[in-house]
Nanobody, 126 residues
């Protein structure tokens, strides 16, 4: 599956952004999806994950209550709604997909994912 992330940009602290990740090439509904970010000089980290079907989601404590992951299988798209953004949220955000035909869970480790989008930059001004 090919992934195309979009929606990044410059936002003031406290503001919101919604990232989108459009998938093509395979049956999107068979994939578990994740959003990761990598700040300058930092390791890539998960910010949200969602199971096939969207029944299970995961957030690390750093974004819990502020970020929401969702998916629209009819549109082959996964979203990341980011609210109450902080300067430390600034990073390149990546979407990722993992084939999950026989599983219904989420995946929080980057090594679990087979396909990655190109990344979209999020900048948060203080």
């Amino acid at each position: 599956v090919q992934l195309q992330a979009s929606g990044g940009g410059l936002v003031q602290a406290g503001g919101s952004l919604r990232l989108s990740c459009a998938a093509s090439g395979r049956t999107f509904s068979n994939y578990a999806m994740g959003w990761f970010r990598q700040g300058s000089g930092k390791e890539r980290e998960v910010v949200a994950a969602i199971s096939r079907g969207g029944t299970i989601t995961y957030y690390p404590d750093s974004v819990k209550g502020r970020f929401i992951i969702s998916r629209d299988d009819a549109k082959n798209t996964v979203y990341l709604q980011m609210n109450s953004l902080k300067p430390e949220d600034a990073a390149v955000y990546y979407c990722a997909a993992r084939s999950s035909i026989y599983g219904g869970g989420y995946y929080s480790q980057s090594t679990s994912y087979e396909n990655w989008g190109q990344g979209t930059q999020v900048t948060v001004s203080s």
